[in-house]
């Protein structure tokens, strides 16, 4: 009796052959692995060192394939004006080199027109106010009521 079979159908038949041919080569025990006896006593062990790990700089993330230059350059005249060019990651979170030429551009015009109005600055230094000073009447009633408390102090110099 002949049975034609679709193209999908002599896949799953073949698979099925395999897979069965395969569980048939498991049911065998498997061979136990031998380990020959030692013949010799074992080489001495030795041992490392004490190892401390060194705790990283606080304001650094660690980054194990950074590389560490052995030059340690000091600041000069022209480190004023440098500042590194932005990460990859920078630009992208910044919304890419576009975004980044559109508000460097509108920086330098409200600078312009900052220093065109000649307005006053944003941040602004602070500027200290003299101590407020006692008038003569609260002066004396300063004294007076020290004069009737145990433990009150005058400054000298008043």
Known sequence: MAVALSGYQSIALAGL??????HAQQAE????????PPTQAPAQV?????????????DQPLDLYRYKSPVKVESNRFSRSWSEPPSPEQV??????????????????????HKLTGGPDQIQSAVARPPPELSAEQQRRAQEFCAQQEDCVV????
């Open 46 to 58: 030795t041992t490392l060192g004490e190892v401390r790990a060194l705790k990283p700089e606080d």
């Open 155 to 158: 400054p000298a110099g008043r």
């Open 17 to 22: 052959l395999v897979a069965g041919s395969a």
């Open 92 to 113: 992208s979170m910044s919304g890419g080199y576009l975004m980044m030429g559109i508000n460097y551009g509108l920086g330098k015009a409200a600078q312009g027109l």
């Open 29 to 36: 025990p498997p061979l136990e692995p031998t380990v020959p």
